[in-house]
């Protein structure tokens, strides 16, 4: 019966359809999207801090102005100048760089540049979710609603009903993960788009099964925990599995919020193993030895 359902998950996840891959291959280039992410996360922990701070401090013009201003006199005032989603560097009266709203964002006739944000309405594409975003934190008469000030993409996709997780997929849950995880680490490696590490930790996993889960949940974590690297993921750093996951699996948020166990808003590498179903003396910290082994590499 064991085998059955195995095999029957196997085939659900690994050989079901083409359509499955090419869905695994999106996902996978969703998670490639990295400073498209980044600008996201950075939304993301602005109004993690804010919920902290308590406190709803409009984003001061003169904190995005956080990169190193490029010495050479030749380049452009803007090159090396950051704005964060849905934001542009424009030069003001004074010639000096600011980040300000993008103008207008592109046409997008594709569904699948939808997304639905954190107030359940679904937006053309995530650079408008932004650039609104970005009006209103600047007061402009653009704006379309106050709540806008802190609008973020909930998950890609058009906004749909996200069905509850019943108990018994819940149960199931970790298991499945476990399975996409190695499916995506697998997919990244075969693509060669792995770091060196991580690859050897992909090779030791399809060589010794027992490590096949513990490699690949370990390697995920140390992916997360990138904003900023401090052995935790918060709930920012979770965006992007969770973003991309939302519409196709509806208990990945239930699951996330169940393996912050003491409810501090962090997960842990002890935390994301065991809701993840490793046992306690299978979860090892290799993400450090990952950093020294590239640090060596730089010297
Ligand atoms: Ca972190
Ligand atoms: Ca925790």
Redesign the pocket.
């Known amino acids: 019966m064991k085998f059955i359902l195995v095999l029957l998950f196997c085939i659900i996840l690994y050989t079901d359809t083409l359509a499955k891959k090419q869905k695994l291959r999106d996902e996978i280039e969703k998670e490639n999207v990295d400073d498209d992410k980044k600008d996201e996360l950075d939304l993301i922990a602005d109004d993690e801090a804010e919920e902290k701070e308590q406190k709803n401090e409009v984003i001061d013009e003169e904190e995005e102005l956080k990169t190193p201003k490029v010495e050479s006199e030749k380049k452009h005032p803007c090159a090396g100048h950051y704005c964060g989603a849905g934001r542009i560097c424009a030069l003001n009266d004074q010639d000096e760089p600011i980040c300000d709203c993008v103008p207008q964002c592109p046409v997008e006739t594709d569904e699948r540049r939808k997304v639905c944000s954190n107030h359940n309405e679904t937006w053309s594409s995530d650079c408008e979710v932004y650039r609104v975003r970005c009006l209103c934190n600047k007061d402009r008469e653009e704006c379309l609603k106050k709540k806008y000030n802190h609008v973020h993409v909930n998950y890609y996709g058009i906004c749909r009903e996200i069905p509850d997780c019943t108990k018994e997929e819940m149960g199931d849950f970790p298991r499945r993960m476990r399975e996409w995880l190695f499916a995506v680490m697998q997919e990244l490696a075969r693509r060669n788009e792995l770091d060196k590490y991580y690859m050897k930790l992909e090779e030791e996993a399809e060589q010794d099964l027992s490590l096949k889960w513990v490699n690949a949940i370990v390697w995920k974590f140390c992916d997360l ?6 052995r ?3 709930r920012h ?1 979770l965006f992007p599995i969770r973003a991309p996951l939302l519409a196709m699996e509806h208990c990945i948020a239930p699951f996330l919020d169940s393996c912050d166990l003491d409810s501090d808003h962090i997960i842990t590498l002890v935390e994301w193993g065991t809701c993840l179903g490793l046992k306690e003396d299978e979860i090892e910290d290799k993400c450090k030895s990952v950093r020294k082994k590239q640090e060596e590499k730089g010297k």
């Open positions: 925990d990138a904003h900023p690297e401090d935790a993921v918060s750093e």
